[in-house]
């Protein structure tokens, strides 16, 4: 059962990644022309999907992957692609329409199941590779720990995710976010500080036999993303 806060924080990003900001978010990955500071944060999210992929085997071919918060689809069409049978999902509908039509080209798609619905859901069942391209990132700390101890009994061989890490730079950035008017603001992203995210994990009895592997930190103009491996100890 998610707990109260994961629940409220899920319903407020159906409704911005569904209604409020789905055409903007639709276009940020896509090659549409963007605005400059866009443009950065569609730099670095290339990277990060870029990263996550290359900490995966480069031959997927009999392996499963869940992609949890998959928007549009670009990770989970990527995996396919180098042979993965893929399970997509999101809690916004209109991201995986769009996630479906990107795919209909990329005959390797025929591997992606799309679904709709919560990527904590246990009724997935389990998987070699479970991935979370910056889909934590709007959840506190706590609910993050209990996201990854519920995959953790679900992957097989790695869970791969990130969080926005806090930092001082990170903590202005978001300051002059709140400048903005609020209808245009994204629900917070909630920074959180590696350390304390590696303490809580080597803690939860939950987590016992998944430790931190790779690590890596994106930086492009407004985004700001940290990759993080858990994998069998
Ligand atoms: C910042 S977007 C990232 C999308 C995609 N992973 C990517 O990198 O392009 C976060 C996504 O996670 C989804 N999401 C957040 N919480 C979720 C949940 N509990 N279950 C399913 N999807 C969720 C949102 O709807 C949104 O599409």
Not at 95 to 114: G, K, M, N, V
Not at 115 to 142: C, K, N, Q, W
Request: hydrophobic content about 50%.
């Amino acid at each position: 059962m998610p707990t109260a806060s994961f629940a409220a924080r899920r319903g407020q990003l159906e409704t911005y990644f569904d209604r409020t900001a789905s055409a903007a978010w639709i276009a940020l990955t896509s090659d549409v022309k963007v605005s400059g500071v866009r443009a950065t944060v569609r730099a670095g999210r290339d990277r990060m999907r870029e990263t996550l992929l290359s900490w995966l085997p480069d031959d997927l071919t009999g392996q499963s992957v869940l992609d949890c918060g998959c928007g549009t689809g670009a990770l989970a069409i990527a995996c396919a692609a180098r042979g993965a049978t893929v399970t997509a999902i999101d809690v916004a509908p209109n991201l995986i329409a769009i996630a479906q039509s990107r795919s209909a080209e990329t005959p390797a798609a025929a591997r992606i199941d799309f679904r709709v619905g919560d990527m904590l859901s246990p009724t997935l069942g389990a998987f070699d590779h479970i991935v979370l391209m910056d889909s934590l990132i709007h959840y506190e700390l706590g609910d993050v720990v209990d996201a990854l101890a519920a995959l953790r009994a679900r992957a097989r061989a790695s869970i791969l995710f990130t969080i926005a890490p806090r930092t001082p730079a990170l903590a202005l950035m978001h300051v002059a976010g709140r400048l903005f008017p609020k209808a245009d603001r994204a629900p917070a992203i909630v920074p959180i500080a590696p350390d304390r995210l590696a303490g809580a994990i080597a803690q939860d009895r939950r987590l016992d036999g998944f430790a931190l592997a790779r690590q890596t930190r994106i930086a492009s103009g407004f985004y700001t993303s940290q990759a993080i491996e858990l994998a069998p100890a």
